[in-house]
């Protein structure tokens, strides 16, 4: 659906509104399949959490390696979900042919679709059911949303908000989807101004930065995932 209604939009870099486009491709997909993920995986953990607590009262096995099992079980799934996503939405919508960029926008997208579904996992873990974990987990999503510098550029947020940007995991989503597409283009747009120094001045991405994003996409995933195992360690909600 993504590829047919934004097809080859990701080549054209002549304007600042074509290059808008291909920058609202991104965020719309990395919100819409991954609130997808995290919302979809709620329900499942909290049944499964169920089916825990009366086998650890029988003392087949603890928190820890129940937790690890979780969480090591989605990493495969999420992993041919992103390729089969990236694969035909690359080609469609029309990025540059390029292994090195197919590789990032496959690296963002994966990692990105793993936090979002340990996200899933985490506020189910730390919230009596899945119903209460789906309303607190809207609540991040809105939140996500504002601060992931698409809505408003970071350079164009009140400096007393600017902190939460950086710690919105949407937001460095975004930062490396953007800067390894189109970070390194040196294309004049409008006949002004180049691709990269317009991401510079608009956004503040800059493609030499994709080393520090690619750790934090990381750091994201497994604080979600080690937040989920402490709370399934930590927190019963069972009833007797």
Not at 77 to 87: G, R
Request: proline share 3%.
């Amino acid at each position: 659906m993504f590829g047919t209604m934004f097809w080859n939009l990701g080549s054209k870099t002549s304007k600042q509104q074509d290059l808008f486009n291909a920058i609202g491709v991104m965020y719309a997909a990395v919100l819409f399949l991954g609130v997808q993920n995290a919302t979809s995986v709620q329900p499942v953990v909290a049944v499964e959490r169920t089916v825990f607590y009366r086998e650890r009262a029988a003392g087949m096995y603890s928190a820890m390696p129940y937790a690890f099992a979780q969480s090591l079980i989605e990493i495969p799934h999420v992993f041919a979900q992103s390729a089969v996503y990236a694969i035909i939405t690359y080609a469609m919508i029309g990025y540059q042919w390029s292994g090195e960029k197919f590789f990032w926008y496959l690296y963002f997208l994966y990692f990105t679709l793993l936090y979002f579904t340990f996200y899933g996992m985490m506020s189910v873990g730390m919230t009596p059911n899945h119903h209460i974990a789906s309303i607190i987990s809207a609540a991040f999503y809105s939140i996500w949303n504002i601060f992931s510098g698409f809505i408003i550029p970071r350079p164009r947020m009140p400096v007393w908000w600017r902190w939460y940007y950086w710690v919105c995991p949407v937001s460095w989503t975004l930062y490396g989807l953007i800067a390894s597409q189109y970070g390194d283009v040196t294309d004049l747009m409008d006949g002004t101004q180049t691709v990269k120094h317009f991401l510079r001045e608009t956004y503040g991405f800059r493609h030499d930065f994709l080393g520090v994003i690619t750790a934090v996409i990381v750091g994201f995933t497994v604080l979600f995932a080690f937040i989920f195992a402490v709370s399934i360690k930590v927190f019963n909600f069972q009833r007797r």
